[in-house]
């Protein structure tokens, strides 16, 4: 598969702009208003229930019961993935593509630099270790930010037989593209929007275009910052 993550001018669709704190430089971004944020790290279970049975009412506006509780089930299972990757942030995406209905999910996490010297390194050094590592698809790019680099492939996922009422699991393909924004103390802000569906593959990373061009970063004092180009 190969795409190209669209980058579009800043945009403001949401009232209150995720964040990420990286100890003194903080990131924010610009989700569109068909994701929906997942209550990933509350810690009271009941309360958890209350906002996953409210994204799920907007989400899936005038289904079923029974299709609503199969879908929060569904996301539900998909938390501990999502904790697994580390995600700090999370949030899922609902749209219908010629009458399908379409699922994505997009998350954000922090991570170590590769221990080289400077962005531009930083940069090189983590799209040569991607491309190494698998036959997906990696390209540097220059977002408002600053130098960041994406990645796009396919990997499989899995649904467990009672939720399709099978005897067996499903196997299935994924389809993600991931950013990485390397910070200069030393961290990585790592993106990634995730489709089941491909027929909403188009839509979504379009999308998803929109969200890593919005990525702002900020000192600690609120001051905008940009990091190095890979060509500074």
Known sequence: M????????????????????????????????????????????????RLLEELVDKALSGASEDDKTRFAVICALGFDELHAAGAEYAALGVIAVENAPCTATVFATLVDAPDVDGIPAQV???????????????????????????????????????????????????????????????????????????????????????VVSSIRLFTADGSPLITPGTTA
């Open 2 to 49: 190969t795409t190209q993550v669209e980058l579009s001018e800043f945009i403001p669709t949401h009232p209150a702009p995720p964040a990420l704190n990286a100890d003194d430089i903080h990131v924010r971004w610009v989700m569109p208003e068909l994701f929906y944020d997942l209550p990933l790290h509350e810690k009271d279970d009941d309360e958890a229930i």
């Open 124 to 210: 090189e050094a983590l799209a040569h270790s991607l491309r190494q590592a698998d036959t997906n698809e990696v390209s540097e790019l220059e977002l408002p930010c600053g130098a960041a680099v994406s990645c796009i492939g396919t990997r499989e996922s899995k649904l467990i037989g009672d939720l399709i009422e099978t005897d067996e699991s499903l196997v299935f393909p994924t389809w993600f593209i991931r950013v990485y924004v390397p910070l200069p103390n030393g961290t990585i802000v790592v993106m990634e929007l995730s489709t089941p569906t491909l027929v909403g593959w188009d839509t979504f990373s379009t999308m998803f275009g929109n």
